[in-house]
């Protein structure tokens, strides 16, 4: 798999990724929900940190949430560029066609949510109890690297309380898949995937 055909698969993976957020975010309010089948839903909640909503500051207490979010989107903008020089040596050496297509997958996710990170604070509004504008004239709802990520994929295929027998769990009211992503989550968990499953193509020995 080649460079050109690399960059084009990231181009269409970001534009997928972007035009799906952004439509979202200039049309639903924050967790407004529709339901496609009984189990997928659209629904719009922001993401301020990292996998699943975690933060950094969950972990160190010392530091505050926005210099945590801070260190984290300058971290994400460094990796990108690690990612890249991966991607870009792999295509150079005609490495396996699944640990590119890996790597570009990986790349294009990435690169998806450092743009949320980077510039939707600064291109939308607030979207709590009302739809977001695109580029208002009073400024955004926060700075250059404060921006939220916009997810909105969501698919409770189950959900019941657990029998009494689990241990800890038994009793409780359990949703499976409770997490909401969006088309970046799925391009790098995709990319992540395919190098453990096919990890002996994806590095094959010589």
Do not use: C
């Not at 909640?45 to 207490?61: H, L, P, Q, R, Y």
Request: aromatic fraction near 18%; glycine fraction near 6%; charge should be neutral.
């Amino acid at each position: 798999m080649s460079l050109k055909k690399s960059i084009v698969l990231i181009i269409i993976i970001l534009l997928i990724d972007q035009i799906s957020k952004i439509y979202i975010k200039t049309h639903f309010k924050l967790q407004e929900s529709i339901e496609v089948f009984s189990w997928f839903q659209i629904y719009f909640i922001e993401n301020d940190g990292m996998a699943w909503g975690t933060k950094i500051s969950d972990f160190v207490s010392f530091i505050s949430d926005r210099s945590a979010k801070i260190f984290l989107t300058v971290f994400r903008i460094v990796a990108i560029f690690g990612i890249g020089y991966w991607l870009y040596d792999a295509t150079n050496k005609k490495a396996s066609r699944i640990l590119i297509l890996s790597i570009a997958l990986i790349f294009a996710g990435a690169l998806g949510n450092i743009i949320d990170s980077v510039f939707y604070g600064v291109i939308f509004e607030d979207s709590l109890n009302q739809v977001a504008t695109f580029l208002p004239e009073t400024g955004g709802y926060d700075v250059l690297l404060h921006g939220k990520v916009v997810d909105m994929l969501y698919f409770p295929l189950f959900k019941g309380y657990l029998p009494e027998w689990i241990p800890f769990y038994g009793g409780r009211f359990f949703t499976f898949f409770e997490p909401v992503f969006n088309v970046a989550d799925m391009a790098i968990s995709t990319g992540f995937i395919m190098l453990i499953v096919f990890n002996k193509r994806a590095f094959p020995k010589k």
